[in-house]
């Protein structure tokens, strides 16, 4: 079957505008959860989806959202772009809740913020 | 709370083993262990639970200590194929305040011919 997809795969964006990222899921996973990766930080969690309803948030500001849709498909926004907003943004689906489920990773949306 | 590995690194030659710990200050509910080599996504090795169960699905072993808030990750007969980086994950779905799912610090394993 068909693994996680992400779109765009590579956004160039500038400080002060805000980017949306798209994940779907693996068909029949409902639970997507969001990670940035920086060489600095390692795999930071942003947050946990499951069933539309958002499950655990991460230590990330406001300017940091997301949201899942009936199909499990699942947005993630960032507003008011920073420099340090620079990253690889990983999404990953499982069956259940991430804690208890293997998580399959997409390839990620390499973010480049000027 | 994010976990902590040990070794940072570690280079390895074809056949031999290797140990990666990884050690949490808060009680384990479960440890999951993932591989990602350079340039690609991690991908999942196995995950040990509270309750004992182990669900993985290469010949890689783990063990979980829940007292001493430890996992450790055992590759024997290393290939060159198990080159990358090693990430330790826990999470806890029971909190009712909600819960991060935190990746450990990470350890880069390199093996050479």
């Known amino acids: 079957k068909a693994g996680v997809t992400q779109t765009p795969r590579y956004l160039i964006k500038t400080r002060g505008q805000q980017v949306t990222l798209s994940c779907s899921p693996i068909?029949?996973?409902?639970?997507v959860s969001w990670y940035q990766q920086t060489p600095g930080q390692g795999l930071q969690f942003l947050f946990e989806y499951f069933s539309e309803t958002q499950r655990n948030k991460g230590n990330f500001p406001g300017r940091f959202s997301g949201r899942q849709f009936s199909n499990s498909r699942s947005e993630m926004n960032v507003s008011t772009l920073e420099l340090g907003d620079s990253a690889l943004y990983l999404c990953?689906?499982?069956?259940?809740?991430?804690?208890?489920?293997?998580?399959?990773f997409g390839p990620g949306t390499r973010l480049t913020v000027l | 709370q994010q976990p902590v590995q040990s070794p940072q690194a570690v280079i390895l030659r074809e056949g031999e083993d290797a140990v990666i710990n990884c050690s949490s200050s808060k009680a384990l509910y479960s440890v999951h262990w993932y591989r990602q080599k350079h340039g690609e996504a991690p991908v999942f090795l196995m995950i040990l639970l509270k309750g004992g169960e182990q669900k993985g699905h290469e010949k890689i072993s783990a063990s979980f200590n829940k007292k001493k808030q430890q996992s450790s990750l055992y590759l024997t007969a290393s290939q060159l194929s198990y080159s990358g980086t090693y990430f330790c994950g826990t999470g806890d779905p029971r909190s009712n305040t909600g819960n991060q799912f935190y990746f450990g610090t990470g350890t880069s394993l390199t093996v050479i011919p």
């Open positions: 990953a689906s499982s069956w259940g809740l991430a804690a208890d489920n293997e998580q399959f």
């Open positions: 068909s029949g996973h409902r639970s």
